[in-house]
């Protein structure tokens, strides 16, 4: 980084030679034409400072010789988003707003200038004076690509804020229209507005944000958990299953959470047939690891260990998966125990059930999502990624890679039982 800003010093330096060669340049009737023109002292010192790698006192020396005009509100600005980048945003700010002090400025390096301040104040962490700038550029600036940068980054400011309808407002359905990433944003701002309704008990006021989520992006996972969820609570477990199973059909790669919440809904049914074809479905449709091992416990008790137990070997075989193998260990362990009549079997069922949980407390330390833009872990699911601000880009991890269960095998069928299908 200490390399590049010193090569684009560099640049500026030879930048700032060249025009004070041609401003010294005499004119061809000029007697004196034959005299070489002189260099700036100043401009010298600051070369001197950037060839001995002293860039801190080379950028101020910049500064402070580098006449302000329209000719050079380029170099200064350029100068002042150096500073920020270096973490100096106070020194970017002072330059900037020292530009902004000159008449030498046209309407849109003015604009120009006021953008960068407010991106100084953010990064300062003076918002309300970032909002102030930024508000007339939407509004009022002449120039489009200004207009779209004040208008993101001011959306950023809103976001950090958790102003969400004013969020909602700066943006226009015909941008929605035309800009994913925004589309799928706006959809998550109305699900952040529908919790907030939840909380106050208005629940009228949050299934409105939540048919806006869906009518600005159909695939909102967010929006048909929320409305879930408020099943839930309102303890109408079918449709929250019927969510769940849309839900599922719609997003498989949710398929391990989902599994967990349609299992406590249908045995407060006490349903278990149905969740034994709902597991069923979601093994053929989403592979997921999470209804595998949970139908297998619910098969032990109708077919036996011996019969669950080689299924899922099989299984693993194919498709190996730690939370199988950990469950495996378990199965085989009970097994043992239940064949006590064979030499060493108490043995042998300790020392799988010590690997059980081994395997066990791993996954319980294995991040279970990942962000699918930046590649971060996390232990908990969250819908906008703090690292790099995108939403909806983080999903759970521990479904069967789908590249390996792209179709139906012998080991899957063999789990679906004639008595649970449909």
Excluded at 70 to 76: E, G
Aim: charged share 25%; hydrophobic share 40%; glycine share 4%.
């Amino acid at each position: 980084m200490q390399n590049l800003l010193i090569l684009i010093v560099l640049f500026v330096a030879i930048a700032i030679g060249w025009l004070l060669g041609r401003l010294s340049k005499p004119s061809k009737g000029d007697d004196a034409a034959e005299a070489p023109p002189a260099l700036s002292r100043d401009y010298l010192a600051s070369l001197n400072y950037l060839l001995n790698e002293h860039s801190d006192r080379s950028l101020d020396s910049f500064v402070e010789t580098l006449e302000v005009s329209s000719d050079t509100i380029d170099t200064h600005i350029t100068l002042g988003n150096l500073f920020r980048m270096r973490g100096e945003a106070d020194r970017a700010a002072r330059l900037h707003q020292n530009l902004l002090a000159r008449p030498a400025l046209n309407d849109r390096q003015n604009d120009q200038v006021q953008l960068e301040l407010a991106r100084d104040f953010m990064h300062l962490g003076v918002l309300d004076r970032a909002e102030n700038l930024l508000r007339p550029l939407v509004d009022t600036s002449q120039h489009s690509d200004i207009r779209g940068a004040s208008r993101e980054l001011l959306i950023q400011l809103y976001e950090q804020e958790r102003e969400w309808q004013q969020a909602l407002d700066l943006v226009p359905s015909s941008l929605l229209a035309r800009q994913e990433e925004l589309r799928c944003a706006a959809a998550h701002w109305h699900c952040e507005l529908a919790e907030q309704d939840f909380r106050r008990h208005d629940d009228r006021a949050a299934r409105r944000h939540l048919k806006k989520a869906l009518s600005i992006d159909a695939q909102c996972v967010r929006a048909y958990w929320l409305q879930a969820e408020h099943y839930h609570r309102q303890q109408r477990y079918r449709d929250e299953i019927k969510m769940l199973e849309r839900l599922a059909a719609q997003s498989p790669d949710f398929a391990p959470i989902i599994i967990e919440r349609a299992i406590a809904a249908f045995r407060l049914l006490d349903d278990e047939q149905g969740l034994m074809r709902f597991l069923d479905d979601q093994i053929h449709a989403t592979h997921s690891m999470e209804a595998v091992i949970k139908r297998a416990e619910l098969g032990v008790a109708r077919e036996g260990i011996t019969t669950v137990a080689a299924q899922l070997d099989t299984l693993q075989q194919q498709q190996p998966h730690l939370r199988g193998i950990g469950f495996l260990a378990l199965l085989r362990s009970r097994q043992a125990m239940l064949e006590l009549s064979a030499p060493n079997n108490e043995r042998a069922a300790n020392m799988l059930r010590q690997l059980h949980d081994h395997l066990q407390r791993l996954d319980a330390h294995t991040p279970r999502f990942r962000c699918e833009k930046c590649g971060t872990l996390y232990t908990h699911l969250y819908w906008h990624c703090p690292k790099c601000k995108r939403w909806a880009t983080i999903k759970p991890r521990d479904s069967v890679d789908p590249v390996v269960a792209q179709r139906e095998t012998p080991a899957q069928r063999v789990l679906k039982t004639p008595s649970t299908s449909r």
